[in-house]
């Protein structure tokens, strides 16, 4: 079984951080990129960044740059989005998924890229 778990999402205050985590099971994040996408309702889903597979190099889209950070434990073969001062904006079903095509991460890749999806995990942000 191969499978990519998400964990960390929850409902906080505007201003308030999270840390989402995904683990992966069934293969090695060493040899992918890991991308972290969000939908929200009404919306499509779009990238919120990623990671290169050495972890040496990342990427995100304007509006979570300065407040967002991805990073990576090999050792762990976890992969991570912090998510510092939320918006309400940020409010989405967050996915994780990795990519054995494109082990760089330099920007957004197609989704159709990637192999391996999480099961996504909520984030709300409300007063």
């Known amino acids: 079984q191969v499978k990519f778990v998400e964990s960390g999402g929850g409902s906080v205050q505007p201003g308030d951080s999270l840390r989402l985590s995904c683990a992966a099971d069934g293969f090695f994040l060493q040899y992918y990129s890991t991308g972290w996408f969000r939908q929200a309702p009404g919306k499509e889903r779009e990238s919120v960044g990623c990671i290169s597979s050495s972890g040496g190099s990342t990427y995100y889209t304007d509006s979570v740059k300065g407040r967002f950070t991805i990073s990576s434990d090999n050792a762990k073969n976890t992969v991570y989005l912090q998510m510092n001062s939320l918006r309400p904006e940020d409010t989405a079903v967050y996915y994780c998924?990795?990519?054995?095509?494109?082990?760089?991460?330099?920007?957004?890749?197609?989704?159709?890229?990637?192999?391996?999806w999480g099961q996504g995990t909520q984030v709300t942000v409300s007063s």
């Open positions: 998924a990795a990519n054995l095509i494109a082990r760089s991460c330099t920007g957004p890749r197609p989704t159709h890229e990637y192999d391996y």
